[in-house]
């Protein structure tokens, strides 16, 4: 076994380490395809080749629309994290040895790799395991500063991540939190929907990037400044956001953001941005010998450095191959799948119905069938969907849907393929016939 491991490990492994080490500094995006018969068409078809040769975890007989709660890992960041686990690099930080001055590098590498992909100053940048953890402890350090009355706007398109922290963390403090709604009909959260509740008491408004849900993009460039003008701070949960469309922080103007590496490709971590102005005037609950300036006050214990390192690898291969150019294959991919269910006799789109500002992301019912026993008919065919509320608790419950199941939910990420979507809408039509005729 060894040596097959061996034969079989090292050799593409290495190769690959060394490739992505290279890929922040190659040219993002790829040239323009021609205007011939089915131009633009064809090269993304061609791409999506290249693109599933990179996911050794995808493909396997199935159909992965399940890529919304978490896609399969990208080559360069299986490698990474498996040659820092053996390369002898191993080990904590602060240390005069190699191997601890390694691991400083590596972290300070990655804020500057995650900061690049935001568009961010990397001495903002933090990391930690997941999204909810780390807006768990952001909001009770933000609390500390909370007084009775004060007043923290939250949204019902929102995964229940930005919405039960904020809640959790008011209470303590004698806090409110306001909820704005967003359009039942449209799926679409407008930013005058936001402005209407904020007042001079409000001190945050936390608010998706992009619904893990629906799919919708809201507006958050509008919202920042309606906030920042009514003397508010906002927090973007940017986790479905990243895999999906270019960020640029710095243009936004948000005051914190965050995402989860295992969305676009990478391990189980993340990382949260937050204006370093703000983050120096944080007091977080922290032990005594952790640092008192930086990001590294927030990062409570020991950081996932084999994880750091996959992160580092996903947000390069983001960068190198372009985002933009990655989102329009992804969107060449959905837009039949959106066009097709829409189509089916039985089948309702939950949401947005057209393709403007939206992640490839869409929730469906299929009249008379629980979303679990869709669920469960298209995993029978190898097709991998999510159903239920996919915790966004207040979007299901604002759309009525809370008691019937919730919603079935498919996703496009870069190995979707056209065969893949033609596969599921196949089946769906299949089992909404069955219905019809039951």
Known sequence: FIELLSILWFPRWA????????????????????????????????????????????????????????????????????????????????????????????????????????????????????????????????????????????????????????????????????????????????????????????????????????????????????????????????????????????????DAFVTSAYKWYGPHAAAMWVDPELLAMLRPYKVRPAPESGPGRLETGTLSFEALAGMRAAAAYLLAEDVDVLAERERAVFEPLLAGLRATRGVRVVGPTDMEDRAPTVSFVVDGVHPGEVAARLAAARIAVWDGHSYAVEAVAHLGLEHSGGVVRAGVVGYVSDDDVAHLLERVASIAAARATA
């Open 15 to 254: 190769g690959l380490v060394a490739d992505f080490g290279g890929a922040l500094t190659r040219p993002a995006g790829r040239p323009p395809a021609s205007d011939g018969p089915g131009g633009r068409r064809a090269t993304l078809a061609g791409m999506a080749v290249q693109i599933s040769e990179r996911f050794p975890g995808a493909g396997r007989g199935w159909a992965r629309f399940d890529g919304p709660a978490g896609t399969q890992m990208l080559d360069t960041a299986i490698a990474a994290m498996q040659q820092w686990s053996a390369g002898g690099d191993n080990a904590n930080g602060g240390g005069a040895f190699a191997a601890a001055q390694a691991t400083d590098a590596l972290v300070g590498e990655t804020r500057v790799t995650i900061a690049t992909l935001l568009g961010a100053a990397p001495e903002g940048v933090w990391f930690g395991p997941n999204m909810t953890t780390m807006t768990l402890a952001f909001t009770r350090t933000l609390a500390r500063d909370w007084q009775p009355g004060d007043r923290i706007v939250v949204t019902r398109l929102d995964h229940d991540a930005n919405v039960t922290p904020w809640r959790l963390a008011a209470d303590d403090r004698g806090a409110h939190v306001v909820v704005a709604d967003f359009d039942r009909e449209s799926g679409r959260l407008a930013p005058e929907a936001v402005a209407a509740v904020l007042d001079e008491r409000t001190r945050w408004v936390a608010v998706t990037g992009a619904s893990n849900l629906l799919g919708t993009m809201p507006d958050i460039t509008a919202i920042t400044h309606a906030a920042h003008a009514a003397g508010a701070r906002v927090f973007v949960d940017g986790v479905h956001l990243v895999p999906h469309r270019r960020v640029d922080l710095a243009q936004i103007g948000c």
